[in-house]
Structure formats: structure tokens, C-alpha cells
């Protein structure tokens, strides 16, 4: 199995990361650059991780209208990333036209995957603040539901919803899932968290964990520890 565990290098600038890697011995593994990095550092960040063998998940979180999210995967697409997203809240349109414009852009092999509801969120600021009623997990799924009909490959979505996903989408739909969280680890902002034993348990295809190994005492022990987690024979 390919190694699903990407790193989300949430760190202020390049040289942050860099040290970071270096330090942890963490090279070739699979990475997730956020807004934070990337609004620093650009496309050099990319061409960088590439070269040193990180695969790689851009995690923009797109959503705008569907010209300009199409225009603006197109440019992505020459990043030749693995994974790229947008907010499954834009609509069926605009992740329609996010696809055509990754296409357009020569992209075929970069997944394109939705973030459906943050798992930031609980049920309770979802009907409040949004206005969005009912449960959350119904909304993750129909969110999911129609992402995979307007052409995405999976979603971003808590570990807890991953399975009733699999279930609606098909086991060929990606579930990516944060919100990670290794025993010992505090949940910080996040409110949906589980841990790699239950993500795997609960189907999630590829987990997102940053601050569980960035800010562990051991940050190579911490990403050992979460692959055990998920491989059935360590790494
Ligand atoms: O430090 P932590 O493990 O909470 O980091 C989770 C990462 O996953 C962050 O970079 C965050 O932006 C990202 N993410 C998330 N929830 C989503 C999509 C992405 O937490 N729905």
C-alpha cells in the first residue's frame, strides 16, 4: 500500500520546513502544503518538496466562482501535484469546472478532492453560524454524494463520516481525513478527531497530521507511531 499519511507542513516560511525534515529524517515522505506556505513561498515550494520525492497535496481549499476557480486550476495543473482541492460548498458547477480547468491544464494525474464540511466545525456551529440544519453527517454525505457527481475524485472529510461515505460514493472514492489526533495529542482546534488505529478502522483512504508529529517531542517516533497506526506492518 502506498504510504497514506501526509504531513501538513504548517510551518511560517520554507527554511522552517526545510530544517524541519531535514532534522526528522522525514524525506520522500508524502506532504501537505497549505495557505500558510504556499502564500509565502509560491510555486518554488512545490518544485522544491518535488525534487527531494515528496508527493504532494495542495490544500488551497478553492472556492470562487466557477471561472475562476476553472482559470486558476489550470494554472495549478502545471504544479504536477498529486492532490489538489476545493470547498464541495461552491456547488456542483464550480468543482465541474475545477476539474475541466485541471484537464485543460494537462493535469490527469493530480486527484481533485472536496472539502465538505471542516472538521473544525461541530454540529452545533453548523446549524448556528452557517445556517445549515440537520446533522452534520448527513450533510458531509449528500456534500460528498454531489461532489462525486460534478467529477471530483473524494473528499476531505472527519473519520467519522469516511464510512457512510464508502457506502453512498463507492470504496474508489477517496477519503482523506485530518482531525488526526495520536493518544497522547491535544485536539487544539479540531473537533471531529480520531486516532490513525480508528481512521484505518473507519476506512479512511489517506490521513492529514500536522501538529500531532510537528509539535511531538519526537517527530519521526510520532509519524512511525501513526503508520503503525494504519500499515498492518509498520514502516
Ligand atoms: O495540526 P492538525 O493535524 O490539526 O492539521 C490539520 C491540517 O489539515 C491543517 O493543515 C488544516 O488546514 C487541514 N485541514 C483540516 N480540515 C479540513 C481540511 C484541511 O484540518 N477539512
Known sequence: MKNPIYLALDFPDGQQ???????????????????????????QIIEKLKKNNHPIFLDLKL???????????????????????VHALGGSEMIKRAKEGLLRGGASNTKLIAVTILTSMNEISMNDELHIQ?????????????????GADGVV??????GQIKQ???????????????????????????????????????????RSITRAKKPKKAYKTALRGMLENGY
Do not use: W
Not at 63 to 85: C, F, K, Q, W, Y
Not at 157 to 162: F, K, L, P
Not at 174 to 196: E, F, N
Open 17 to 43: 520546513v526545510e530544517q524541519f525534515l531535514i532534522r526528522n529524517e522525514l524525506s520522500g515522505i508524502p506532504v501537505k502544503v497549505g495557505m500558510e506556505l504556499f502564500y509565502r513561498e509560491g510555486h
Open 63 to 85: 472556492h470562487d466562482i466557477p471561472t475562476t476557480v476553472e482559470r486558476a486550476m489550470e494554472n495549478l495543473a502545471s504544479l504536477g501535484v498529486d492532490i489538489v482541492n
Open 134 to 150: 440537520g446533522k452534520l453527517n448527513e450533510q458531509v454525505t449528500h456534500l460528498a454524494a454531489m461532489s462525486k457527481n460534478s
Open 157 to 162: 472529510c472527519s473519520v467519522h463520516e469516511a
Open 168 to 210: 453512498v460514493c463507492g470504496k474508489e472514492f477517496l477519503t482523506v481525513t485530518p482531525g488526526i489526533r495520536l493518544k497522547d495529542s491535544s485536539a487544539d482546534d479540531q473537533q471531529r478527531i480520531a486516532t490513525p488505529e480508528f481512521a484505518k478502522e473507519a476506512g479512511a483512504d489517506r490521513l492529514v497530521i500536522g
